[in-house]
């Protein structure tokens, strides 16, 4: 059998004529790696554009990781047509099939690689509070999980469309117990009206969600922000604070060096709390507000 190398893996069977209408040049499948689930594209290349209809069989070599049409038609006058490759959803080590792709006697043989689904959580969307935003405001950005994150989640990665109208934390750590997880944003003062898109990604899912930035028309507003009680006792710091914004982040920061100590969790109308150890008493603690807002209490 005569072998041509080709980028999809050509064999010419025995009497094929390579150069002839409705002669197969190539086949490919795009993109070359999926996670399971997802959909890929294959295109099949004909050596010349054809007079009539080219009838190219299709075959895949693991029906288990994807599956093709019996066939794809090439239209007359045309050199190419694309098929859809279907994968499937699993779980465990990636896996690997190809496509067998045969026209006037020559079989092209394009392959995919096949990654395990996320075992947990994606992201689903993202939301924000107030939309729009005024520019110069603060706000408060939501990203909302498949389920219910746990210790095992890890970081939400966030990117902005145009950080110099609107800025985010390029990640944050999952809400333990949620399946909504805040996260701060800045934004820059406009003159005209900013669309931006925020993409959040989590354990290998996408979502993405659009606010416009608008010219403000007031001075920004922070809420108010109290700590109910910050007790440190045997090693151990526990604080409760309000915001007049239950949409509010709130942070608690060493006061002596300025530096961030941990996040408050949200409870609910506007009630935040949130214990960790702490070897030394830090004596001053002040809580702050992704929306301005922010208190000082001791210890």
Not at 16 to 26: E, H, I, N, R
Not at 91 to 107: D, I
Not at 145 to 172: C, M
């Amino acid at each position: 059998m005569l072998v041509a190398v080709g980028a999809g893996g050509l064999a010419v069977a025995p009497g094929a004529v390579a150069g002839g209408a409705g002669v197969l040049a190539d086949a490919l499948i795009s993109p070359h790696t999926v996670t399971g689930g997802a959909p890929a594209t294959g295109t099949v290349t004909l050596v010349a554009p054809v007079d009539g209809d080219t009838v190219v069989s299709l075959e895949s070599t693991d029906t288990t990781v994807l599956t093709v049409p019996p066939t794809v038609t090439v239209p007359a006058g045309s050199s190419s047509a694309t098929f859809t490759v279907t994968t499937f959803v699993f779980h465990g080590s990636g896996e690997f099939a190809c496509v067998e792709a045969t026209a006037g006697g020559v079989t092209a043989t394009p392959c995919l690689n096949s990654n395990p689904a996320p075992s947990g959580p994606v992201a689903t969307a993202v939301t924000f509070t107030p939309a729009p935003i005024p520019g110069g405001s603060p706000a408060t950005g939501k990203v909302r999980l498949s389920g219910t994150a746990d210790s095992d989640t890890g970081l939400i990665h966030l990117v902005s469309s145009n950080p110099a109208v609107l800025a985010v934390p390029e990640s944050v750590l999952a809400t333990v117990g949620s399946d909504t997880t805040p996260f701060p944003i800045t934004t820059s003062a406009v003159t005209v009206d900013q669309p931006v898109t925020v993409t959040a990604t989590a354990d290998g899912g996408s979502a993405s969600g659009t606010v416009t930035v608008v010219p403000a028309t007031a001075p920004p507003a922070t809420d108010t922000v109290t700590v109910k009680s910050a007790e440190w006792k045997k090693g151990l710091l526990k604080i409760t604070a309000t915001s007049s914004d239950p949409n509010a982040i709130l942070g608690v920061y060493l006061t002596a060096s300025d530096s961030f100590m941990f996040p408050l969790t949200a409870k609910g109308g506007g009630t935040y709390e949130a214990q960790h150890q702490w070897l030394d008493n830090p004596r001053s603690i002040t809580v702050r507000s992704s929306l301005g807002g922010s208190a000082t209490a001791t210890t």
